[in-house]
């Protein structure tokens, strides 16, 4: 089993910038993707990015590239969401998840693992 924790989601001004952390405990060893999703009120999850352990591939979603930066610590167990120029659209609660499979995926329903997610909330 895989514990997931976020941490960082605040209130922060258009424009702005937040890091969000994701510490992972348990059987990280056999968590080879790391991803980070969001859901805003009365959407559905929606794919923000996903860092492959193995080899360091990372994937954003179309919405967040240029701007979010997902990079990670080995030692500390942890993965940390940059983002960077904020938009008020970007407001969701913003959800770690971890997956076992050697393919990246980028659906909600492929990852079994969760954490209880950290709300960002971007002001206009």
Do not use: H
């Not at 510490?23 to 968590?31: D, P």
């Not at 120029?85 to 971890?98: F, G, I, M, R």
């Amino acid at each position: 089993q895989v514990q997931l924790a976020e941490s960082g989601g605040e209130l922060v001004q258009a424009g702005g910038s937040l890091r969000l952390s994701c510490a992972a405990s348990g059987r990280t060893v056999s968590m080879n993707n790391m991803a980070w999703f969001r859901q805003a009120p009365g959407k559905e999850r929606e794919f923000v990015g996903v860092i492959r352990r193995s080899d360091d591939t990372i994937y954003y979603a179309d919405s967040v590239k240029g701007r979010f930066t997902i990079s990670r610590d080995n030692a500390k167990n942890t993965v940390y969401l940059q983002m960077n120029s904020l938009k008020p659209e970007d407001t969701a609660v913003y959800y770690c998840a971890a997956s076992q499979s050697w393919l990246i995926f980028r659906t909600a329903n492929n990852y079994p693992y969760w954490g209880q997610g950290t709300q960002v909330t971007v002001s206009s």
